[in-house]
């Protein structure tokens, strides 16, 4: 008997079922057919009343929901299989969830603020979830969750779209991170909060670094830095935890601070684009710097040097930092100013992962010529013990050679006639040096060299000790045999430049150890024929004075100098990729010449106007040409 029904079953007869099948078909056609309405009325009302808080049978609800599974045949497809449990029931149910969620999430929020429903959501959310575990179908479990997030989330997109703000004003946090929960899992829903979070970050770091410089001639570095990294470290806890780290958001982050960074109201108060890297560079001085102020700790030092790298990474115009930042740490190794030499090995090492090794190079190398000094140092020091001169004093000397190139010191253009006091020790080491290093040649840069000399007096008996520039020192030596000499006598002994030695007479003057009697003053120019007199009467409660402070209009000088010498360097970088790029290619059009250049240059954005300038540069030299006929393709030149 089962071999003949199995056969008709084989031939295609599909009214011939197994035993067991045959009851369930039985059993739908003569029992579940009349009753079905009834039993899916029964269950969605249950399912009703326990969204709304009351205590029902579940278990009833999973007898009847299986009885509408178990309908299906098993030897039918899987989709057949549950077309029963589809067709008399899931099919009701999610009408009902649509139109009870909706009616639900309308009235709650016009009864409450969006937070509240933002709990509620995610609440009926889970709810629905635990319902999938509890009783229903798996394969129900998409389509519901679709369902739900349409009616609960999408259908009220706008409202929560005008919430984030206050929700980012007020720092609600934990409502931005439900409000994320609920929005991602939408199609494109989070392209929306996006933007809004990338316009909050970049008003709220312009408003921060406008109230870092109200009422303030100039900008402190410590102040402008600590303003930007307050917003990044803020929004950047807030994208890692109420956006889960969101790439994103995590991209709106990067274009917003970016955006204020660069441009802001202190950048637009000097016309300069690269006043925040300059700012920035002077930041690191201060605390990479020694000062008369308790400096941190190292461990600490080198945590707030990490905040230092954030707000370089998005630094546009990285040159301008490398410039400022060079010349800064020029000064500190020379002066010997570093809090510690570890720490500015670890900064370059910083800059270095992060902008390769070119950027570097420079930094690099004037970090490796201070250590070379000093074994230098030594090897003098051995030297003048084992040959010893009379009258020499070794005490205090020391000499940093600086490698060609890699210092922001150019050599000096003007002669300058050393105090008798210091030529013998200069010739010495200039002499042991060629010894050294055969075919190579010292320039002396006086204007970085600095020294003590000890000034006392025996009526009362008085001693000072005066920390000078070497200008400062010939300058003073000049009074050992003599209390007073003319302005010209004072050129015409140092051989120093009229406007420079103006200046520092002047720093003397203005420090009560030199007087000046004649028409020359504080803001007058000191005449050639006015007196320079020795003040014999000089008190001070110190007994260790620094005097080599830097004249003003250095330092004013300095800044100038190093944005002039930024936009002198950019020309010749983007002429030098131009050549690269002609090279490689051969033949290019003006538009893709233009693209390859600003692809390839990372250290700084050049414009459109430089970059067509230093083309006709290049074609004036013959490196490239325009090709006949066709005015926008340049072609090089080999």
């Known amino acids: 008997y089962q071999r003949r029904v199995r056969g008709k079953s084989e031939e295609g007869n599909k009214k011939i079922y197994e035993i067991s099948d045959l009851a369930f078909v039985q059993w739908k056609e003569h029992m579940l057919a009349p009753l079905s309405n009834q039993v899916t009325r029964a269950v969605l009302k249950l399912i009703e009343k326990e969204r709304n808080g009351e205590v029902v049978n579940t278990g009833l609800i999973k007898t009847a929901v299986e009885s509408f599974v178990q309908l299906g045949l098993k030897g039918n497809a899987p989709e057949a299989r549950l077309l029963v449990y589809s067709q008399n029931f899931e099919h009701h149910f999610l009408a009902e ?38 009783y229903l179908n798996d394969s129900t479990r998409t389509e519901l969750e679709k369902r739900c997030l349409q009616v609960l989330v999408e259908q009220h997109l706008e409202i929560f779209y005008s919430e984030f703000q206050n929700l980012l004003d007020n720092d609600k946090n934990e409502d931005i991170g439900r409000m994320y929960e609920l929005v991602y899992r939408l199609e494109g829903g989070l392209k929306h909060l996006k933007q809004l979070l990338e316009d909050h970050i970049q008003q709220v770091g312009l408003k921060a670094v406008q109230s870092c410089t109200e009422s303030k001639d100039s900008v402190d570095p410590k102040t402008y830095v600590q303003a930007l990294l307050d917003v990044h470290r803020k929004y950047n806890d807030l994208v890692n935890k109420s956006f889960d780290k969101n790439s994103l958001f995590v991209q709106a982050l990067d274009k917003a601070c970016t955006g204020f960074i660069n441009k802001n109201c202190v950048s637009e108060a000097a016309n300069n684009t690269g006043k925040s890297p300059e700012l920035l560079a002077k930041y690191c001085n201060l605390l990479l710097k020694k000062s008369s102020r308790i400096n941190p700790e190292e461990e600490e030092l080198e945590s707030i040097l990490n905040d230092v790298m954030v707000i370089f990474k998005y630094i546009t115009e990285k040159d301008v930092f490398q410039k400022f930042y060079r010349n800064l740490l020029a000064n500190r190794l020379v002066n010997d100013t570093s809090v510690s030499h570890d720490l500015e090995g670890s900064m370059i090492s910083k800059l270095k992962q992060e902008c390769g090794f070119e950027y570097t190079s420079k930094l690099q190398k004037m970090y490796t010529d201070t250590h070379t000094s000093k074994d230098l140092n030594d090897r003098f020091q051995e030297y003048c013990s084992a040959n010893p001169a009379p009258n020499e004093s070794m005490q205090g000397f020391s000499v940093m050679v600086l490698s060609d190139g890699s210092w922001p010191y150019s050599r000096p253009n003007s002669e300058f006639n050393l105090a008798p006091e210091l030529r013998t020790i200069h010739e010495r080491f200039s002499a042991f040096y060629d010894k050294q290093h055969s075919g190579r040649k010292l320039s002396w840069l006086y204007n970085q060299s600095k020294g003590e000399v000890e000034w006392s007096r025996t009526k009362p008996k008085t001693s000072h000790r005066f920390h000078c520039s070497t200008f400062q020192l010939s300058i003073l030596f000049q009074f050992n045999h003599r209390d007073s000499l003319t302005f010209l006598e004072l050129q015409t002994n140092t051989m120093i430049e009229k406007e420079k030695l103006d200046q520092y ?10 007087a000046v009697s004649g028409n020359g003053g504080k803001d007058t120019e000191i005449q050639l024929t006015d007196t320079i007199q020795l003040n014999l009467s000089y008190s001070n409660r110190k007994i260790r004075v620094n005097l080599a402070l830097p004249l003003k209009s250095e330092t004013k000088q300095e800044t100038e100098q190093a944005h002039q010498s930024v936009k002198d360097d950019r020309m010749l970088v983007i002429q030098a990729c131009i050549v690269r790029t002609m090279k490689s290619r051969k033949q290019l059009k003006h538009a893709l010449l233009l693209a390859e250049v600003m692809q390839q240059l990372q250290n700084f954005q050049p414009s459109v106007p430089a970059i067509k300038k230093c083309i006709g540069i290049l074609i004036e030299k013959d490196y490239i040409e325009r090709l006949d006929g066709e005015n926008d393709t340049y072609q090089y030149r080999a």
Do not use: H, I, W
């Open 97 to 134: 969830t649509t139109s009870y969620y909706t009616s639900e999430s309308m009235l709650f929020l016009q009864q409450n603020p969006v937070p509240e429903y933002l709990k509620k959501a995610q609440k009926r959310l889970k709810d629905e979830q635990e319902r999938c575990d509890k």
């Open 505 to 514: 007479v002047k720093q003397l003057v203005g420090f009560n150890v030199l």
